[in-house]
């Protein structure tokens, strides 16, 4: 399995905006879709934003489309979330995530099977 390090988290005004970074390693990065998740205390784990495995199409909850974009770099063995005007509601710890399901693009938890460690996003008002 490919093993997955989130960076760029922080304590960020509302407004601002932030860059999170996965890194992975031990697999061929370009063979797994990579999801972004996020869970905020007491509540469940939430799908945010999916990309192909060619960085050609992508995906959003209703709740980011429009602030937040995901890209990749396969030559770089990297995902990235960039966070546009953010909102207090964004304030939780974001998961990057792989799977090689052999569909083009997945929001569903059950479907990855390689998790990061998380990263602290805090949206203060």
């Known amino acids: 399995q490919v093993q997955l390090v989130e960076s760029g988290g922080g304590l960020v005004q509302a407004g601002g905006s932030l860059r999170l970074s996965c890194a992975a390693s031990g697999r061929t990065f370009s063979n797994y879709l990579m999801d972004w998740f996020r869970q905020a205390p007491g509540k469940e784990r939430e799908f945010v934003a999916a990309?192909?495995?060619?960085?050609?199409?992508?995906y959003y909850a209703d709740s980011v489309k429009g602030r937040f974009t995901i890209s990749r770099d396969n030559a770089k063995n990297t995902v990235y979330l960039q966070m546009n005007s953010l909102k207090p509601e964004d304030t939780a710890v974001y998961y990057c995530a792989a799977t090689s399901v052999p569909y083009g693009i997945s929001r569903s938890v059950k479907d990855f099977h390689s998790w990061g460690q998380g990263t602290q996003v805090t949206v203060s008002s």
């Open positions: 990309i192909n495995r060619s960085g050609g199409s992508t």
